[in-house]
């Protein structure tokens, strides 16, 4: 994959992130885009086989956020983000760079979580946490509580944010392994 490549991903991911912020949405035409830039630039590259690797990369990017999409921790702009990158990536990158995203956004979900215990203007969702658990322990089966309004659990955060770090962290370690 050439530094152009991922320098162009780059920006589309500034800009992306920057509508996710702003709005708390990702606009159609914004996926469409990176989708359609993501399949030239990897026709351009590699011919046929570049734009079959584009498809099958948005296939890929679109199942790995799917998951989570269907049981309500992403929106579908997300979703559809990662499809678009997986135009640039391919199949085994948006796979990995998915995953690093998946992480990323599990980490600042923890930091908002451990965030109540300082801020005391906020509902903790510690309690409800140990409720789950105490449940699972007794009874050996899960079950989900949702937040409550106004606990910091509740608030969305921009998953746009996590998708670039994770996706530009494995596209630095990528580059580093091939450079």
């Keep these: ?64 956020l799917m998951p989570g999409y269907l049981m309500g921790f992403t929106g579908a ?19 990995k760079a998915g995953l690093a995203s998946i992480v990323v956004g599990g980490i600042i979900a923890l930091l908002f979580a451990v965030s109540a215990l300082f801020n005391r203007t906020t509902l903790s969702p510690w309690s409800r946490y140990g409720l789950m658990m105490r449940t699972l ?3 050996g089966r899960p079950i989900y509580i949702a937040p409550r309004e106004g606990e910091v659990m509740g608030r969305k955060f921009p998953f746009a944010v996590s998708i670039a770090i994770g996706t530009t962290g494995w596209m630095l370690w990528h580059w580093s392994l091939v450079g």
């Design 1 to 64: 994959m050439s530094q152009q490549v991922y320098l162009i991903l780059g920006a589309y991911l500034m800009v992306s992130i920057y509508w996710d912020i702003s709005t708390r949405r990702i606009p159609n035409i914004l996926i469409m885009t990176g989708a359609t830039v993501g399949i030239l630039l990897q026709g351009w590259a590699a011919g046929a086989g570049g734009v079959l690797a584009a498809l099958y990369g948005l296939l890929v990017g679109l199942a790995i």
């Design 137 to 139: 322990v007794v009874t």
């Design 77 to 95: 702009g997300d979703v559809k983000l990662m499809a678009a990158i997986g135009t640039f990536l391919g199949p085994f990158g948006v796979f």
